[in-house]
């Protein structure tokens, strides 16, 4: 190399240096601005899949009450179940990374472990979550959300050119857009993004990603309102010298979340060894009808239940029972396979598990059941630290989703118990747990996933 051709390499190298320092000092505020495009976008798709999912339920909260006493309506529903039955199957067959609650495919993503096509992924997941949720498996919208979101932002990577240490940037702003737009929460879906996805705090995914989840939560404010998802009143708040309740809850909570994750991987591993894969299809069609006909009450996600759990006085008896069952179909829901998650379903057990708890207690320490909506609020809280294991994103997203903001020092000690005592009882998180069973190929979608390592878009 002549010693003009070296000047010139170093004369160049010296002025992209300076160059180079101002792209990424000016690349905060750019991720800003793309996060609130991102935020709208996910925003927009996620509250329209969360729209589609309540008009689905209300069809078939009418449906199940007219089949009561019109044959014809009997058979309407029995069809119309077998065809979303029959979707469902054939979407997960095309799109394997569609299955599930969609999250531990996010971090997979995030990890570099996981490659997916973002559009046939956002298709496969908007029209699969409506038909399995909305078919009545117990089910929620978060996860589908969440993975909804993050592929938006993938899309929305690839079609601007962007390189992949700023896709993952962009995947994470979508993913807690996804979670703002999906509960009504943007806090919560900020702080999942950091305690969740990425386990470490960084200043660039937090200004982004509150970016999105502002924007993304505004867009399903505009259409579904201010008001939160749960509507709990709590009327009395319990004296410290009674938190020791709280203590003990925090302990129910904890183990009764390591059971929850042990019997998914039961229920995955179940269903994972059915042969031929038809029956697959056939089990929960058939659970379905059982519980229309038995106990519809645990159909679907179960957002009602909350309220009903929150309300007192409903007794031992009845929330042991659609304790049990809402229980073990939300097991068996999970186990299939079909896209859709467990935010909502593992909260309604919670709250279940709350108001249980109350009807127990109160009367052995001589109160009535004035502290019902109390402890529905805490037993979600606590439910969700011990199966998630994301304490501070469950606090922030119970008191987003409820409205109530005066119970963090409970919240937070309920939280921290659960979360000790799933520890220690050896319980793994549970979407550590779903990704390391996706990875290792133990599920039917994990094996197929594993073997399409070059698919992306």
Not at 136 to 153: D, K, T, Y
Not at 225 to 246: A, K, Q
Not at 386 to 391: D, E, H, L, M, T
Request: hydrophobic letters at 50%; glycine letters at 12%; aromatic letters at 10%.
């Amino acid at each position: 190399m002549s010693r003009k051709t070296e000047r010139m390499r170093k004369n160049n190298s010296a002025e992209a240096m300076p160059r180079y320092l101002r792209v990424l000092g000016n690349m905060k505020y750019r991720l800003i601005i793309e996060g609130i495009g991102v935020g709208l976008l996910a925003g927009i798709l996620v509250s329209a899949f969360r729209l589609s999912l309540t008009k689905v339920d209300e069809i078939r909260s009418v449906l199940l009450e007219g089949a009561q006493t019109k044959i014809s309506l009997v058979v309407c529903c029995l069809l119309l179940l077998f065809f979303f039955t029959v979707c469902v199957s054939f979407i997960v067959t095309r799109e394997p990374l569609c299955t599930g609650s969609g999250i531990p495919q996010v971090k997979g993503e995030l990890d570099g472990k996981i490659k997916a096509n973002w559009l046939s992924v956002i298709i496969a997941k908007f029209i699969g979550g409506i038909m399995a949720v909305g078919g009545g498996l117990s089910l929620g919208r978060e996860g589908p959300s969440i993975q909804l979101g993050a592929m938006v932002g993938k899309g929305f990577s690839r079609l601007s050119g962007r390189l992949r240490t700023e896709e993952r940037l962009l995947m994470t702003c979508g993913a807690g857009a996804g979670l703002a737009a999906a509960f009504s929460a943007p806090l919560a879906g900020v702080v999942f993004t950091l305690e969740e996805l990425h386990k470490t705090f960084s200043a660039d995914v937090l200004l982004s990603t509150m970016a999105a989840a502002i924007t993304s939560d505004w867009v399903a404010s505009y259409i579904f309102g201010l008001r939160p998802v749960f509507l709990l009143t709590i009327s009395n708040s319990l004296p410290l010298s009674h938190y020791w309740m709280v203590l003990i809850l925090g302990v129910i909570m904890g183990a009764f979340g390591v059971l929850y994750n042990r019997c998914i991987a039961l229920s995955q591993d179940f269903f994972a060894m059915l042969k031929p894969a038809w029956i697959k299809a056939v089990l929960p069609f058939a659970a379905i009808v059982l519980l229309a006909v038995f106990y519809p009450r645990v159909l679907g996600s179960g957002h009602d239940l909350v309220s009903f759990a929150g309300e007192g006085g409903a007794g031992v008896k009845v929330l042991l029972i659609l304790l049990v069952i809402k229980f073990i179909f939300s097991i068996f829901s999970f186990g299939t396979g079909a896209p859709g998650g467990i935010f909502l379903p593992l909260l309604v057990l919670g709250a279940v598990t709350g108001g249980l708890f109350t009807e127990v207690v109160s009367p052995l320490v001589g109160y009535a059941n004035t502290y019902s909506a109390y402890f529905v609020i805490l037993g979600m809280a606590g439910y969700f630290a011990a199966i998630v294991r994301a304490p501070i994103t469950g606090i922030i997203l119970i008191s987003e989703m409820t409205g109530i903001f005066s119970n963090l020092l409970p919240l937070a000690i309920v939280s921290l118990v659960a979360h000790i005592t799933a520890e220690i009882l050896g319980g793994v998180p549970i979407y550590d747990q779903l990704l390391d069973r996706l990875l290792a190929g133990r599920s039917s979608a994990g094996k197929r996933a594993t073997r399409r390592p070059g698919t992306d878009g």
